[in-house]
Every structure is written in structure tokens, then in C-alpha cells.
């Protein structure tokens, strides 16, 4: 048996192994579990519907310690749903590696917006509650091959500010995904002082490559969309306010540490 260093998200069928072969590899997806390890000699024979061969993965549910045993189970190699809808974490820092997180996207990616390009400017202001150094900013590639620029705008005021960007770092990210992206030379913030956070984003193939946050459909109905000021460009140089004209929060978020008096 092995396990792994990271987790994988997928989406199974839990009534599968009650079913026929046929209805087995005809059921959709409904349910979220993660892959916790892999056992290559798993016997076949374990499954109450055979599988084509030895092998499984060990899996984690979230129904508690009753179900399976002590909350832990077997899925063949060989189930039609493992791996096709899955999502992998790596790189997890702890919870405490910075003192503030400024955002206003609590419920992440729901939607995407842009300009029907695969390139835009999105950006959130944010006011510095205390004298801080922006540490980094965290923001979603909706595509493989994502290229990107992170820039700041100091003493923000208004939409005539994103001329004044200033260039913090650039990049590309080969897969898509949540990413957060550390600040080489770290900007010392002011309290009380307005700060806008800009990202330049260009991921091929997609025409709207900016994730927002917005009430989509029942489990995102009480999202909330006058908490941030967002602003998305197609060249950085119009900008509109996403939660006015869109109605939506961009995702992007900006972490800091105090700076000690």
C-alpha cells in the first residue's frame, strides 16, 4: 500500500457497487471524496461487482467514521467515474503564514468574465488596516499555460490611478487552478491608505479569463457583493467596477504581514 503526499478530489458513485455493470458506467458523478493512497494488489474479488483486475485506490469520505471502515474505503483502477473529475493540491502552507488576508471573493471561483479574448486586467482595491508589507497575492488560471503580471497602484483614488501600476513580478502557471504568488520585493503598506491589486492575465483558448465570484445558483445565492471594489480592462486602460456592471467579485486576494513598531 502507498500513500500520497497530496490529495486528489474526484466525484464517484457510492451505489455503484449495487447496481449492474451497465448502470454502473452509465451513473454521473454526485459526490466529492479524496484519494488518500493506492494498494496495486488490491484483490478484485474484494468488490461486490468484479472488476476487470486487481488494484485500488484508497479512499476518505466525509460521512464519518461509521461508514466503510473507520471512514475509509476501496475504489477499483477500473471504476468509470475515479480521476475523470478531479482536482490536486500541493504546496499546502499552514494557516498562520501570514498575519492578514484582504479579499472579497469568500466563496472562489464560481463564474469567469472577460472580453471574448483569452487576455484582460482585473484588479481589487483594498485599504491597509495597519502598517503592513504585502507579502503576495493569490488568484485563479482558468487554463493550462497561464501567463500573468502582477502590478500595484499606490494612494489608489480612482480609475485614473491604473495608469501609475507599478511592475511586482510575472509569470506562468503550466495547469489551472488557485494559485498564490509571493511579492520578491516586498512593498510596504500604509494604514489607512488605498491599494489596488492588478493582475494581467492571458490563458490561450479561453474567451473569459478572469474568475469572479457571483450568485449562480442556489448554493451561491447569499454571496455577498458589496463587500470589494473590482475592476476588470480589456488593455488596462478603461476599467468598469465588476460589482456594479457585472455584478460579481473578482478573485483576487492580497496577503500582508504587520510590520512590527
Request: net charge negative.
Given at each position: ?77 477500473y ?29 472562489g ?15 481589487n ?36 490611478s ?17 494559485y ?58 478603461i ?23
Amino acid at each position: 500500500q502507498h500513500h500520497l503526499r497530496c490529495c486528489f478530489y474526484m466525484q464517484d458513485v457510492f451505489s455503484a457497487l449495487a447496481v449492474t455493470r451497465s448502470q454502473y458506467i452509465t451513473h454521473n458523478p454526485n459526490h466529492d471524496i479524496v484519494i488518500i493512497g493506492w494498494d496495486d494488489t488490491y484483490p478484485a474479488s474484494n468488490f461486490t461487482i468484479e472488476p476487470d483486475g486487481d488494484g485500488a485506490f484508497i479512499c476518505a469520505n466525509s460521512w464519518g467514521e461509521e461508514f466503510g471502515d473507520r471512514g475509509v474505503f476501496y475504489i477499483s483502477y477500473y471504476d468509470s467515474n475515479i480521476g475523470v473529475h478531479n482536482v490536486i493540491y500541493t504546496g499546502v502552507e499552514g494557516t498562520d503564514n501570514y498575519d492578514n488576508i484582504y479579499q472579497s471573493d469568500l466563496c472562489g471561483w464560481v463564474g469567469q468574465i472577460g472580453y471574448d479574448r483569452d487576455y484582460a486586467y482585473f484588479s481589487n482595491v483594498y485599504t491597509a488596516a495597519d502598517d503592513e508589507t504585502l507579502e503576495a497575492v493569490a488568484f485563479y488560471a482558468v487554463a493550462p499555460d497561464t501567463n500573468y503580471e502582477v502590478y500595484i497602484v499606490e494612494n489608489f483614488t480612482n480609475e485614473a490611478s491604473f495608469s501609475a501600476r507599478r511592475l511586482l513580478t510575472k509569470g506562468s502557471f503550466s495547469n489551472a487552478g488557485y494559485y498564490t504568488v509571493d511579492i520578491p520585493d516586498k512593498v510596504e503598506l500604509e494604514a489607512g491608505s488605498r491599494y489596488a491589486i492588478v493582475v494581467y492575465i492571458q490563458s490561450p483558448n479561453a474567451k473569459r479569463p478572469v474568475a469572479v465570484e457571483y450568485r449562480g445558483d442556489s448554493s451561491t445565492a447569499s454571496v455577498i457583493l458589496d463587500d470589494g471594489e473590482g475592476y476588470i480592462s480589456p488593455h488596462g486602460d478603461i476599467w468598469i467596477r465588476t460589482e456594479d456592471t457585472k455584478q460579481c467579485n473578482v478573485c483576487l486576494k492580497m496577503f500582508t504581514n504587520n510590520i512590527e513598531k
